[in-house]
């Protein structure tokens, strides 16, 4: 995470647009607004925001690529 935080600190010391990190789907806390989640729909949000964050990440270093070919 260490190198996207650097590639982005390039793109935007560039002043080329970045996007933005994915956010957490929020989760009612409300006991009556629906049921308690099941563990494999938690395990599910889980795994689809992990793959939302690493298509991010994906999509920082390809835009870096593109503005920054290597030499």
């Known amino acids: ?3 996207v935080i650097h ?3 390039a793109l935007q010391g560039a002043g080329i647009p970045v996007p933005p990190f ?3 789907e ?9 049921p308690a989640l099941a563990e494999s729909e938690i395990q599910a949000r889980t795994d ?3 793959a939302r964050v690493e298509a991010w990440r994906q999509d920082v270093i390809t835009l870096h690529r593109l503005h920054f ?3």
């Open 22 to 24: 994915p956010c957490v």
């Open 26 to 34: 929020p989760v009612p806390v409300n006991p009556g607004a629906r």
């Open 69 to 71: 070919p290597l030499r």
């Open 48 to 50: 689809a925001y992990e």
């Open 7 to 9: 590639l982005i600190e």
């Open 1 to 3: 995470m260490q190198r």
